[in-house]
């Protein structure tokens, strides 16, 4: 599926990848196919795309999606919500250098906890949740500060993983409550994915790519007839965005 973006402007880009079983080389593989959820300045939600990638989820193949979308006329985005992907942004600003990216604070909590033995872990996600639960960025910086004094010592890579990520994972603190819950996770996509899960999960693996892309255009098709309406308090997340991106707004 590959819809068409010509002189297209859109508020959030939400880029994640799900895993189909795809018959190669008389070989059954587990296979990334990258999607891309879009919500415009109508406040519509849209998929723009299937993307089947050659192998794991990568930084690279996300930068060849960013740049097909770009040839098909998107023209600006100005938050990209992603997951904690290594190389994610720089693969976004190659192709738009403008663009805010917004790192996943679900994925990031989970990857986090993996360094966290199971009977620290209540403690430990609650301190956590006063960081990202914060109402300021300086609040929630000074809340990590105390989480390293805390837990630095017992859970170093745990804490420095917030710290290492600091830029991308707070940057929904510079909006209002509307705005900032549409990009701290990536959930949107996420529950396009278990959708589109119920249906593939019935196939033991698709015989080629091009199987792939009919079955899930099929199923996006039907997914999609019901997003008839903008999304929750557009008009209010719309004034928001006109005036942080006032500098982009399209004439």
Not at 72 to 83: K, L, N
Not at 233 to 243: H, S
Request: proline content about 2%; aromatic content about 12%.
């Amino acid at each position: 599926m590959a819809k068409s973006t010509a002189g297209e402007v859109y508020a959030i880009l939400f880029l994640d990848a799900m895993h189909i079983k795809l018959k190669r080389n008389g070989k059954i593989e587990n296979v990334a196919v990258y999607n891309v959820l879009g919500v415009d300045l109508e406040g519509h939600r849209e998929i723009l795309g299937h993307w089947i990638g050659e192998g794991g989820e990568g930084a690279n193949f996300w930068l060849s999606v960013i740049t097909d979308l770009q040839n098909r006329g998107v023209e600006d985005v100005f938050i990209a919500a992603v997951d904690g992907l290594s190389g994610f942004s720089d693969a976004i600003h190659s192709v738009f250098p403008k663009t805010l990216v917004q790192r996943c604070i679900i994925h990031q909590i989970r990857y986090s906890l993996k360094f966290v033995t199971w009977q620290d872990k209540k403690a430990f996600v609650a301190d956590l949740k006063t960081v990202y639960q914060a109402a300021t960025r300086e609040e929630a910086e000074a809340n990590l500060s105390r989480l390293e004094d805390g837990w630095g010592d017992k859970y170093g890579a745990a804490v420095r993983s917030w710290q290492n990520n600091w830029a991308e994972l707070a940057v929904f603190f510079d909006f209002p409550k509307e705005i900032r819950r549409l990009i701290y996770t990536t959930n949107s996509v996420e529950g396009y994915h278990r959708q589109l899960r119920k249906v593939t999960k019935t196939k033991s693996s698709f015989s080629t790519p091009q199987a792939a892309r009919k079955l899930l255009y099929l199923v996006t098709m039907d997914i999609t007839r019901k997003w008839n309406n903008p999304i929750r308090y557009w008009p209010l997340i719309l004034n928001q965005l006109a005036i942080r991106f006032e500098d982009r707004w399209p004439v």
